[in-house]
């Protein structure tokens, strides 16, 4: 019995042991401790230890660590304070998902000392390939590459882009080529979807790139689809997707939202250029007789004013002087942010589409302006595209009042497809002159 008891113990004591040498689940969510908002591309690690991870678009993360032993947590991201945490055993053996809340916090300098401008980083640069567009998202980067440009066009397709032997490339978040796939036509562009997903415009259809595990996976998409169903939205918040009927060939436009529940479209704001309109409905005078007449009747039959059919009817839209007006919808936070250049305003509202106060926009009064916004999906901060000449920089625009940050100039001279994400600047760039391939490179903001 002795000897029973002696083993049993012993088993026991091995079976703990065994226990204890299996690693344990970890995991939890970072947040900004000031807007409970999720922080992605945080750094958790477990110092003196391999262990370390990357949290996600939601700020999600998970760890191995061993089974009954207090963890020390270090958690790092730019612009907050560094966070030390210790968990409990006891508090890992719950499974519970723990709670990392980081302060922001400034990063101080002496400023007297003076520092040489650091080079920008390369992302992604191949000896065979062209970078024809990006897009960043929760899977890593997506990077829309090509052999070659076509260099002949039909009269229809003049001035645009047409990329042979396209491929899409995903890279992960130390920018190592995680998986490829060929595309089965020629690409002209890349886009992005409501969801975050990125969409390749082909030269007779379009395809929505997905990761599956290890591959990447492309769902088909007919013109039709891809330029009435996808495009046209934008973004999504609450249930509800945020888009524009914008026409390239007609001075005004509308921003709406429609609920995935009832399918009912919600009109947030219209964008007008009012000089533009009256020069559109003026072509109707300047219209011959016969011309006046099938405007009247179509007026009839539509119900359009027939001023404004004469402008269609005319091709306005061709004139030199003619433009849409510049009115992109971004959300920030939980607030849609209309950037109405028209009126020069930022037009506001709540997520259920109610108005809030405008503020007057600064940043298009500035010299220089490139007319472009750019938005970091990973913050929401907006910055405005400057340029002159060779250069080229960045100014955040804050929301709330609209005043503009100080410039962080790029370092490269003529960048092209500039984007933002998590506070980098990525660009894509090939030196004059050159047989490098067009690169993609990126540096931190300022």
């Known amino acids: 019995m002795k000897i029973l008891a002696f083993g049993l113990s012993a088993l026991f004591i091995a079976i703990g042991v065994m226990l204890r040498a299996q690693p344990s689940l970890l995991s939890g969510v970072v947040l900004d401790s000031e807007t409970n908002q999720p922080l992605s591309g945080a750094h958790i690690s477990i110092p003196g230890t391999d262990e370390g991870e990357v949290s996600d678009a939601e700020g999600r993360f998970s760890l191995n660590v061993r089974r009954g032993v207090d963890v020390q947590l270090r958690i790092t991201y730019t612009g907050f304070t560094e966070l030390k945490q210790k968990v409990p055993a006891k508090e890992v053996a719950t499974g519970e998902v723990l709670l990392l809340r980081l302060a922001r916090g400034a990063i101080l300098l ?34 829309l590459a090509y052999s070659k440009p076509q260099l002949w066009h039909s009269q229809a397709d003049a001035g645009q882009r047409v990329m042979q032997a396209a491929r899409l490339v995903l890279l992960d978040t130390l920018l190592r080529e995680m998986a490829s796939i060929g595309l089965p036509d020629d690409a002209r562009a890349m886009h992005c979807d409501h969801g975050g ?25 007919d013109r039709e689809t891809l330029r009435e169903a996808v495009l046209p939205w934008t973004d999504s918040l609450g249930g509800k997707l945020l888009g524009n009927n914008r026409n390239e060939a007609y001075p005004a436009f509308e921003h709406f939202a429609r609920d995935l529940k009832t399918n009912k479209d919600q009109l947030l704001c219209t964008v007008q250029d009012d000089f533009m309109i009256e020069l559109f409905r003026s072509q109707y005078k300047y219209m011959s007789g016969p011309d006046k007449v099938i405007a009247m009747d ?43 250049h028209a009126k020069e305003r930022i037009r506001r509202f709540m997520a259920e589409g109610t108005a809030v106060a405008e503020v007057k926009m600064r940043h298009a009064a500035e010299r220089h302006w490139a007319k472009t916004l750019i938005q970091d999906q990973h913050s929401g901060q907006v910055y405005a595209l400057f340029r002159q000449g060779p250069r080229t920089w960045l ?52």
């Not at 040489?116 to 980067?141: C, Q, S, T």
């Not at 969409?199 to 007779?204: I, L, P, S």
């Not at 009115?327 to 109405?340: E, H, M």
């Open 197 to 221: 997903r990125p969409v390749v415009e082909g030269a007779r259809e379009g395809w929505i790139a997905r990761r599956e595990g290890d591959l990447l996976a492309l769902g088909r998409l």
């Open 110 to 143: 002496d400023p007297t000392e003076v520092r040489a401008r650091i080079a920008p980083e390369v992302v992604f640069k191949r000896p065979d390939l062209h970078v024809g567009g990006y897009l960043a998202n929760a899977d890593g980067l997506w990077v």
């Open 298 to 340: 179509l007026e009839i039959e539509t119900g359009i004013d027939r001023e404004l059919i004469a402008g269609f009817m005319t091709g306005f839209h061709k004139d030199l002087y003619f433009k849409v007006p510049y009115a992109p919808l971004f959300v920030v936070r939980d607030t849609l942010c209309v950037f109405d």
């Open 395 to 446: 100014r955040s625009v804050d929301v709330r009042d609209g005043s503009i940050g100080a410039p962080s100039m790029l370092v490269h001279p003529f960048p092209e497809d500039v984007q933002v994400h998590e506070g980098h600047a990525y660009y894509v760039y090939r030196p004059h002159g050159s047989t490098q391939k067009r690169t993609l490179y990126r540096e931190r903001l300022r």
